[in-house]
């Protein structure tokens, strides 16, 4: 490939240091500004923020437990936006009223939206993000185009809204180049999300059924990490494994298992 003549060159490095110091203004979180805790502190702890920035978009990538994150995200706004509507866009009708409030997420305060396709819903994110009185918008998404991923970003920031992509995952996309195609660089942190075996209940010495359920959490980016000099996050992706307390509605960092994921771990690179 050609070597790019002085001035292209000398143009393409002012441009990249415009985008990056534009970035660094619209997403750096101000003092004061309010935050969601991922589920535990360790977790917390890898963020820049010390949690989910509440005022900004956020990307899962994942199999139904992402909903079940998600839904335990969402019923954590309590504390930001107290008894606020979501609303949640998605083109079929399978969310399970039962399943998300096992989460903590009262299924009463979600305003439901069904479009034909993605980009019916990405519009009713757009304008939910912009309506007064909501606390998050969802949509379950299969692609988002760069300019609607930033526009969703930009929405959530200047309303002060949460907003969440849900990524079912593609399972054609099986190159790290497929899953880039299909992530949303715009997100402040994206996430996969994925079933582990549960360790058995064990009562009296003998099994009683299944434990807790058990996720493996990824942090696969974070964006302005640098900002932080405390994050432990340190631009790498982290991976968590982790159960769901009911008692609590909060996560618990576990040891690995012993026999490890139940995925290869090419899977779990297809959304990195």
Request: with cysteine; net charge neutral.
């Amino acid at each position: 490939m050609a070597a790019l003549p002085p001035i292209t060159a000398e143009l393409r490095k002012q441009i990249a240091q415009i985008e990056r110091a534009s970035t660094v203004t619209m997403t750096t979180p101000q003092k004061g500004e309010a935050v969601i805790s991922a589920g535990a502190a360790a977790i917390d702890d890898a963020l820049p923020w010390g949690g989910l920035p509440a005022n900004g978009l956020h990307e899962i990538f994942g199999d139904a437990t992402a909903t079940g994150f998600a839904a335990s995200l969402l019923a954590r706004l309590e504390t930001v936006q107290s008894g606020a509507p979501i609303l949640w866009c998605q083109t079929g009708r399978e969310l399970y009223g039962p399943g998300i409030a096992a989460y903590g997420l009262d299924p009463n305060r979600l305003i439901l939206v069904h479009g034909r396709n993605d980009t019916d819903l990405l519009w009713a994110m757009e304008e939910g993000l912009a309506a007064p009185g909501i606390a998050g918008v969802v949509g379950v998404l299969h692609k988002v185009p760069p300019i609607a991923g930033r526009r969703l970003q930009l929405a959530a920031e200047e309303r002060g809204r949460f907003g969440l992509l849900l990524r079912p995952l593609d399972p054609l996309a099986r190159t790290r180049a497929a899953a880039d195609l299909a992530a949303t660089s715009m997100a402040l942190t994206r996430w996969r999300v994925g079933a582990l075996p549960s360790e058995p209940m064990l009562i009296g010495g003998r099994e009683a059924g299944m434990g807790p359920e058990r996720w493996r959490l990824e942090l696969q980016r974070c964006r302005l990490s640098t900002f932080n000099q405390n994050s432990t996050y340190a631009g790498h992706p982290k991976t968590w494994q982790v159960e769901w307390r009911d008692e609590t509605g909060d996560l618990t960092v576990v040891a690995p298992l012993r026999d490890g994921s139940t995925e290869p771990a090419e899977r779990w690179r297809d959304a990195s």
